[in-house]
Antibody
Framework: EVQLVQSGAEVKKPGESLKISCKGS????????IGWVRQMPGKGLEWMGI????????RYNPSFQGQVTMSADKSISTAYLQLSSLRASDTAIYYC??????????WGQGTLVTVSS | DIVMTQTPLSSPVTLGQPASISCRSS???????????LSWLQQRPGQPPRLLIY???NRFSGVPDRFSGSGAGTDFTLKISRVEAEDVGVYYC?????????FGQGTNLEIK
């Protein structure tokens, strides 16, 4: 069974950094792109970028480039999303999802990040 | 960036009746490899999104056959043949033809 399990909710202060993890199982983690998606409170889905754990090759949405860093450790089947210099506007749920068949076909449960002073 | 525009943004539907959501892209979604990477996702309240349809019309594993997708080029449609209570949620189209991938604004399906 394909599963993506994300790290737990975080509360951070403005200016701090954060690294969210996404552990895959039940499939060849290194051979499938992992995408990251942001969902701000009460809003829609925003595509942040994708990473291919086998290389790792990364493709960022220019809207997020410079603010986030994607990485992966294929030896432990885990992808990471690092957010730096957090602001209140970074408060959101962050999802990882496997890109396969031209779609995001398996999703993590989401990680709620709250940025507040 | 390719802009994805969904209509309607809200769709009140009677149980057992059909529902239809339209998604239009600002440019053709036909990839250089010949595929059209248009998918549909469902997000039930409090849940992560779930893939329903990929490459326009292919139902993902476990998706009921009351869901169907169609379209070509820049115009696409998701249809639910008979809405059930569990179909309540927000539906998104997404294009994965050109980076950055983009989502539609979402359509809120609710029961009348």
């Amino acid at each position: 069974e394909v599963q993506l399990v994300q790290s737990g909710a975080e509360v951070k202060k403005p200016g701090e950094s954060l690294k969210i993890s996404c552990k895959g199982s039940g499939y060849s983690f290194a051979s499938n792109w992992i995408g990251w998606v942001r969902q701000m409170p009460g809003k829609g889905l925003e595509w942040m970028g994708i990473i291919y754990p086998g290389d790792p090759d990364t493709r960022y949405n220019p809207s997020f480039q410079g603010q986030v860093t994607m990485s992966a450790d294929k030896s432990i089947s885990t992808a990471y999303l690092q957010l730096s210099s957090l602001r209140a506007s970074d408060t959101a749920i962050y999802y990882c999802a496997r890109l396969n068949l031209g779609g995001l076909n398996f999703w993590g449960q989401g990680t709620l990040v709250t940025v507040s002073s | 960036d390719i802009v994805m525009t969904q209509t309607p943004l809200s769709s009140p539907v009677t149980l057992g009746q059909p529902a239809s959501i339209s998604c239009r892209s600002s440019q053709s979604l036909v990839h250089s490899d010949g595929n059209t990477y248009l998918s549909w996702l469902q997000q039930r309240p409090g849940q992560p999104p779930r893939l329903l349809i990929y490459k326009i019309s292919n139902r993902f594993s476990g998706v009921p056959d009351r869901f169907s997708g169609s379209g070509a080029g820049t115009d696409f449609t998701l249809k639910i043949s008979r809405v059930e209570a569990e179909d309540v949620g927000v539906y998104y189209c997404m294009q994965a033809t050109q980076i950055p991938y983009t989502f539609g604004q979402g359509t809120n399906l609710e029961i009348k």
